[in-house]
């Protein structure tokens, strides 16, 4: 009863804002507020999973990441209800500075009267963010009138294509220069902002999520797994039989292509895509990618809720954090530090000279990607991040057992007790590596191309998926190939949603971006990587001019990029 009569209790705005000025991690979901601080360490998806969400309305997040019965426990953290809609404050994980509730000003407040109206929702809804765009350079005499689009922001010039701008700028500058033109490009190409724009899509959003439940969307077709471990059984039992006649190097390449398709399976049980159980998911998910691969499935589940909670967003996005190989916006020019491996990441000398080049180095690295994914694996279950999951601490053990039996049969049985010699290890190893190559441009080919920008706490939650990420189109003969990656755009509106079910689920997502002006962005699968190249190619342009203009100034004697 004393529950319920707090779940009652209407907060105002301001009052939620002293809560979390506490420490107190508050989020909103369905118009209740929750206070997660009990659930932090036990959440099965990690800390930041929720940490990103404190202060904003979760309602969309909290219902497509969740089954049934554990949105119905979520009721035990209800502590009151916030007047809707609600109008998001931005994390403090994100930088969002917040005020304490002062005795006197506890007095005066009404919480049945919200202290904010429309006119100032906008005001309160980001305490450390500015969306405007400003002019980063107002001293510098351009000789451009300020432009202005249809939205009341002003649209800079491209820096990269003005060097006289450039070389007067300081670095930290001519970044901002480059992150306020993607913002503004967003800004221009995507639905307004305003909050009855946004919410608006999100209520069509929540309608779609309504139908996709009603019409079985969720259902999964287990007869698709069955016709899939036949693919995966021929293929292993090819590399078997190739291994078996002496064929070492062919045998390696059927040992790649069975990694590159028996992943998808994983990649679904991380999702609670197969069974929807979280303890058969997770043995499912560990057999196939710890196992049968050598990769831990919790990294991957670390990693992967954190994605597709803050897609692309340079200081949160794990999937991007790749400095100095790769940098896939101008937010990468500077040391960063990264919310999700507590490190930062440097700009340094070795930035400078590999950006630049990046175009040119994709694919190669991406032939050995997976290397260093054994290493982040290993690094994953060794950190207190592997132990710290509540409920399901039983999965470390787990883990590190299937991932000593892949090693011992991969690396002892087979490496190095059936091949013959140093020269036929080695060549084997990468053939069968670099055969995954594919799953890695898969993986990267959505998200890499698209905008890094961040449009603050406003912007909705599925526009900021299909802003931020792109599908691929290829006949659905070829799905196989794919396994359900050449969705990712439907799939990070609806996670949950089985990948064999995705290519009819495609449909509704056309409708939906039709009907709110969201742009779906579907290229063919060559085209697809000509946009990822392409983008590389323009990041490693912008670095290769502020190193150019760099050391112009340090030739001059002048007081430029530094």
Avoid at 27 to 45: N, Q, T, Y
Avoid at 136 to 149: A, C, F, I, K, N
Avoid at 408 to 424: A, E, I, M, R, V
Avoid at 459 to 469: A, C, D, W, Y
Wanted: hydrophobic fraction near 40%; glycine fraction near 6%; aromatic fraction near 12%.
């Amino acid at each position: 009863m004393a529950s319920t009569m707090a779940a009652k209790r209407l907060f105002s705005p301001r009052e939620i804002e002293g809560l979390i000025a506490e420490g107190q991690l508050i989020v909103i979901h369905e118009g209740f507020v929750l206070r997660l601080d009990g659930w932090l360490e036990k959440h099965p998806g990690g800390r930041l999973a929720i940490l990103h969400m404190v202060g904003r309305d979760a309602t969309d997040e909290i219902n497509v990441y969740h089954f049934q019965h554990t949105l119905r426990l979520m009721k035990a953290y209800r502590i009151g209800r916030v007047s809707m809609p609600w109008i998001n404050f931005e994390p403090p994980l994100r930088g969002g500075v917040y005020r304490k509730l002062g005795s006197d000003e506890a007095v005066k407040l009404d919480c049945h009267k919200p202290s904010w109206t429309p006119q100032n929702a906008q005001q309160r809804a980001t305490p450390a963010f500015n969306l405007n765009i400003e002019r980063p350079y107002d001293d510098v005499d351009t000789g451009d009138e300020e432009l202005v689009s249809a939205r009341g922001t002003w649209t800079p010039q491209p820096p990269s294509l003005r060097s006289d701008v450039s070389t007067t700028l300081s670095r930290a500058a001519y970044t901002a220069a480059l992150e306020q033109e993607e913002i503004a490009k967003d800004i221009r190409s995507n639905p307004s902002l305003d909050l009855e724009t946004q919410r608006a899509i999100t209520l069509e959003y929540q309608a779609l999520h309504e139908r996709v439940k009603n019409e079985g969307y969720y259902d999964c077709r287990y007869s698709e797994y069955g016709k899939e471990s036949i693919r995966y059984c021929l293929l292993f039992s090819t590399f078997i039989f190739f291994l078996t006649k002496g064929w070492y190097l062919t045998s390696a390449c059927f040992l790649g292509m069975f990694w590159q398709q028996i992943m998808f399976v994983a990649h679904d049980a991380g999702h609670r895509g197969i069974s929807g159980n979280f303890i058969a998911d997770t043995l499912i998910g560990a057999f196939v990618a710890d196992f049968c691969c050598g990769l831990s499935i919790g990294w991957w589940k670390s990693s992967h809720n954190v994605h597709h909670l803050i897609t692309n967003m340079p200081e949160h996005d794990p999937d991007l954090q790749n400095v100095p190989l790769f940098a896939n916006g101008p937010s990468y020019f500077r040391d960063m530090l990264s919310t999700f491996y507590n490190f930062t990441f440097p700009w340094d000398a070795a930035a400078d000279f590999l950006v630049p080049y990046q175009k040119y180095t994709y694919y190669p690295i991406m032939g050995v990607a997976r290397f260093n994914l054994y290493l982040l694996s290993w690094l994953h279950l060794m950190s207190p991040r592997a132990a710290n999951l509540g409920s399901a601490w039983w999965t470390r053990p787990v883990e590190i057992a299937m991932m000593a039996c892949y090693w011992y049969l991969f690396g002892w049985c087979l490496l190095w007790k059936t091949l013959p010699d140093w020269p036929t290890r080695v060549a084997f190893v990468l053939i069968s590596h670099i055969i995954t190559m594919l799953l890695h441009v898969q993986i990267t080919l959505s998200h890499w191309g698209m905008s890094t920008a961040d449009l603050g706490p406003t912007e909705s939650f599925p526009q900021r998926q299909l802003r931020t990420t792109m599908d691929v189109d290829c006949p659905q003969w070829l799905d196989f190939l794919h396994g359900g990656l050449q969705f990712q755009a439907v799939h990070h509106l609806f996670p949950r949603v089985p990948r064999h079910n995705l290519r009819r689920l495609q449909v509704l997502i056309r409708e939906f971006c039709h009907k709110t002006g969201i742009e779906y962005k579907c290229y063919a699968f060559v085209e697809g990587n000509k946009v990822v190249v392409g983008r590389l190619a323009e990041v490693g342009k912008m670095v290769d001019i502020l190193v150019q203009c760099q050391q112009h100034m340090a030739t001059t004697g002048d007081s430029g990029l530094h």
